[in-house]
Nanobody, 123 residues
Framework: QVHLVESGGGLVQAGGSLRLSCAAS????????MGWSRQSPGKEREFVAA????????YYADSVKGRFTISRDNAKNTIYLQMDSLKPEDTAVYYC????????????????WGQGTQVTVSE
């Protein structure tokens, strides 16, 4: 089984930055694509970003491309989401996701999900 623990969420002013971290455990997690999805009240869950198991395949939602950067450190079984130029519309619960696939640009319910971390961007 895969266990995911997010950290780094919080309250930030518009234009500011946050870095989310997700620590993963599991015997084969280094072979999985991983990434982030987000959801705010009244909205559908939205794909944010993903990184392939190699760390070289990067995928971003159009809404965050150019502002967010995803990366992974396989030695630590950890992925990161550097969020810059944050906007109020980025406010959401951010979930770490691990997919039992080497590459992916989408996440599914049957993938492994963390508990989420709240990101709030004020005006």
């Amino acid at each position: 089984q895969v266990h995911l623990v997010e950290s780094g969420g919080g309250l930030v002013q518009a234009g500011g930055s946050l870095r989310l971290s997700c620590a993963a455990s599991g015997r084969t997690v280094s072979e999985y694509a991983m990434g982030w999805s987000r959801q705010s009240p009244g909205k559908e869950r939205e794909f944010v970003a993903a990184v392939s198991y190699t760390g070289n395949g990067l995928y971003y939602a159009d809404s965050v491309k150019g502002r967010f950067t995803i990366s992974r450190d396989n030695a630590k079984n950890t992925i990161y989401l550097q969020m810059d130029s944050l906007k109020p519309e980025d406010t959401a619960v951010y979930y770490c996701v691990a997919a039992p696939r080497g590459y992916t640009s989408h996440f599914y319910d049957q993938d492994y999900w963390g508990q989420g971390t709240q990101v709030t961007v004020s005006e």
